[in-house]
């Protein structure tokens, strides 16, 4: 059974940090192009952040270029997002989406960034 499980998530002030991960089971995740996506809402989910299925190459919405870094650890299944400097407009549920030929999203994690 496929699962990605995200978590991290909760409520920060605006410039501070979150890591969030999200643990992939039930395919082989290392084949996989693993992907960040946001809701906030009443808008549109969207794109975050993006790496390859060795981790050689990442790609940044460009509202998070500088303060958001994607990562994955092949060993243990999982990718992370690591948000540092964190404002009120980062405040969305994220979701992590695993990619090949078919693809798998996450139930999501809340980000809040409140004062």
């Known amino acids: 059974q496929v699962q990605l499980v995200e978590s991290g998530g909760g409520l920060v002030q605006p410039g501070g940090s979150l890591r969030l991960s999200c643990a992939a089971s039930?395919?082989?995740?290392?084949?996989?192009?693993m992907m960040w996506y946001r809701q906030a809402p009443g808008k549109e989910r969207e794109v975050v952040a993006d790496?390859?299925?060795?981790?050689?190459?990442?790609h940044y919405t460009n509202t998070v270029k500088g303060r958001f870094t994607i990562s994955r650890d092949n060993a243990k299944n999982t990718v992370y997002l690591q948000m540092d400097s964190l404002k009120f407009e980062d405040t969305s549920v994220y979701y992590c989406?695993?990619?090949?030929?078919?693809?798998?999203w996450g139930q999501g994690t809340q980000v809040t960034v409140s004062s």
């Open positions: 989406k695993a990619v090949r030929v078919n693809a798998y």
């Open positions: 790496i390859t299925s060795d981790g050689g190459s990442t």
């Open positions: 039930g395919f082989t995740f290392s084949f996989y192009t």
